[in-house]
DNA sequence: TCTTCTACCACGTTTGAACTGC
DNA sequence: AGCAGTTCAAACGTGGTAGAAG
């Protein structure tokens, strides 16, 4: 096994392998992949041991359902935004391989300006139309299962379809606000949990954009051709399929329309009109689309069950188990993890990011010690046996971790991208995500892993809006409202380094601890609704899980 | 007059509580 | 009593549309 410390590789030396997947996408190159190199504590401009720990790693981020991606970008993507917040369609969903399995990070999303250009549709094309409205303070998309550690993130693709886009500048919902007429890209933040014994070393943070998805925010569709692909795509938009006719207001109007002209424009179906439409009833019923799979990469149930190796999970880790190593397929370079990262203090103390997790419900922050995937599958016997069992792991195979189990997950990190090349099989689904595309009795056997408590996952976001909003709402000349000259993936260097934009944010929440922790001491009520791991001293949770409670 | 925005509509999906059967 | 499966209604997400606003 090749095996880099972090020292021995350069930062930024990282694999330039594209991603197996062919409806993926990946990002590994520099001019998307940027380490923040804070100034705050590291005015000398080198990197904190964290920061260079997370920007030595083999991090790899991956766009996932990259075929309806392009189709979108191929026409011009819109994405609507309305004053109570649209939901991105395509919604963004990411893999990410090559993070510390036991080191928590923070998941993050936001949208930047594309460009500094105003746009407006002419007919069948954008047109420029002037400059940038100045552009708004980035609003933050946290992810509800943040933090958590890299296994988490690594385990399922991070799906970002809770995102909302709104054109309301007063919203405080945890909406990102957006201009109409105006391209953005999305970027996706990775933060690294600070190092608690080393308020100096507060963690790694990297960002990724995503230019494939960048879209024009408009408050009603423009171009006919994203309609349509919308509905053809959006399983929400199922009831405007067939141009809409199987909508009441266009049956009356079809009826009231054949009425009048006295069967003139009753149609009578062609034989091939008949098969296209029986064809297309039969793609409503056999083919379910989802915003999570690709249509074209579905494979119904029938297929996955029969197929030789249904879970590339376990495949891979049956792979794992043969060869002792990585597979052949496996590309991207193994770092192997010291002791002093799998068992360093970093884990077992309560870390400014800890407590920013003790935000969270406990279904969140579980995830970090628990065992409570082990107790799930002991509950559930039958499920190990199922093919579609894709929560299976190793480790939910033995109830408690020891390094060995450890180092075991990350020579291997199980992203099926890299076991399976041919990727005829879909991505394994996380929990509650494209219920419709398998029976239920299937789905429920899948939901093994705790259910995420997705109440109100906004304070978290909130509050760090909220914190980053503070030093920006001193002018308008402040970093975060400036309007970037270029295109941010094209950044490299000492600008990246002049223009952190976010972990400000994230730093500034842990030198403000206090006042955050009195803020969600006033949310007791909320509180004693989820039974939040911090609800007890943040000191007494740790001395539990050290002691094995 | 044109462009942009908003509110409402009907339809499909998702979710979780209530119910039923073992 | 407890669990698993089913049913159903409310909530939510969707694009279409008419009309308002600038």
Redesign the pocket.
Same mark, same amino acid.
Request: proline share 3%; hydrophobic share 25%; net charge positive.
């Given at each position: 096994m090749v095996m880099y410390l972090p020292e021995e590789r350069p930062v930024l030396d990282l694999p330039y392998q594209m991603n197996h997947l062919a409806n993926n996408y990946g990002y590994y190159p520099q001019d998307c992949k940027e380490p923040i190199c804070r100034t705050q504590h590291s005015t000398n401009g080198r990197m904190s041991s964290a920061e260079a720990e997370l920007t030595s790693l083999p991090v790899h981020v991956s766009l996932q359902d990259r075929e309806l991606w392009d189709k979108f970008s191929g026409i011009g993507t819109e994405m609507?935004?309305?004053?109570?917040?649209?939901?991105?369609?395509p919604?963004c969903k990411v893999t990410v391989t090559g993070l510390n399995p036991k080191v928590k990070y923070v998941v993050i999303m936001d949208m930047v300006p594309f460009d500094n250009r $105003?746009?407006?549709?002419?007919?069948d094309c954008w047109e420029v139309?002037g400059s940038t409205d100045p552009h708004l303070p980035n609003r933050f998309f946290v992810h509800p299962d943040s933090p958590a550690p890299g296994e988490k993130w690594m385990q399922y693709p991070i799906s970002f /379809? $809770?995102l *909302?886009l709104t054109?309301?500048t007063l919203n405080s919902n945890g909406l990102v606000v957006l /201009?109409?007429?105006h391209k953005y890209q999305p970027r996706l933040h990775i933060v690294q949990s600070p190092d608690p014994c080393n308020p100096h070393n507060p963690g790694g943070y990297l960002r990724f954009t995503f230019p494939e998805a960048a879209f024009v925010?408009?408050?009603?569709?423009?171009n006919?051709e994203?309609? $349509?692909l $919308?509905?053809d795509n959006?399983?929400?938009?199922?009831?405007?399929?067939d141009n809409?006719l199987? =909508? *009441?207001?266009?049956?009356?109007?079809e009826t009231q329309e054949t009425q009048d002209s006295d069967g003139q424009d009753k149609r009578d179906l062609t034989p091939n009109e008949h098969a296209v439409g029986q064809s297309q009833k039969d793609e409503?019923v056999d083919v379910?689309v989802?915003?999570s799979v690709d249509c074209s990469r579905t494979l119904n149930f029938s297929d996955v069950a029969s197929s030789v190796t249904p879970n590339p999970f376990i495949s891979a880790f049956k792979n794992l188990s043969t060869t002792g190593g990585p597979s052949p397929q496996q590309t991207h370079t193994i770092l192997s993890l010291s002791n002093r990262h799998l068992n360093s203090p970093r884990e077992a103390r309560p870390s400014s990011l800890h407590s920013l997790c003790a935000a969270l419900p406990m279904a969140q922050s579980s995830c970090v010690q628990s065992s409570t995937a082990d107790t799930n599958l002991s =509950?559930?016997p039958s499920q190990i046996s199922s093919p579609l069992n894709h929560h299976y792991s190793p480790a939910s195979q033995t109830p408690g971790r020891s390094i060995i189990q450890l180092q075991s997950y990350f020579p291997t990190p199980p992203h099926p991208s890299r076991q399976c090349p041919d990727m005829e099989l879909p991505l394994p689904l996380p929990p509650?995500?494209?219920?419709?595309q398998l029976?239920?009795?299937v789905l429920?056997?899948l939901e093994m892993t705790p259910?995420y408590d997705?109440?109100n996952p906004r304070p978290f976001t909130d509050i760090l809006n909220r914190i980053h909003f503070r030093p920006l709402d001193s002018g308008p000349t402040g970093k975060g409202l400036q309007h970037p000259h270029h295109p941010e993936q094209f950044l490299r260097g000492s600008e990246r380094e002049l223009r952190p934009q976010i972990y400000p944010a994230v730093q500034e929440y842990i030198d403000q601890q206090f006042t955050l922790n009195s803020m969600l001491n006033s949310q007791t009520e909320h509180r004693s609704q989820m039974d939040y791991v911090s609800a007890r001293p943040l000191t007494e949770y740790y001395c539990e899980q050290q002691t094995g409670k």
């Open positions: 609507l935004i309305t004053k109570s917040g649209r939901r991105m369609f919604s $105003k746009y407006k549709w002419n007919k139309n /379809h $809770k *909302k054109n309301n /201009h109409s007429m925010a408009v408050t009603a569709y423009q006919q994203i309609t $349509k $919308k509905i959006n399983p929400f938009a199922k009831g405007f399929r809409g199987n =909508r *009441k207001r266009f049956r009356d109007k409503d379910t989802s915003s =509950r559930l509650k995500l494209s219920r419709m029976p239920e009795s429920r056997n259910v997705y109440i």
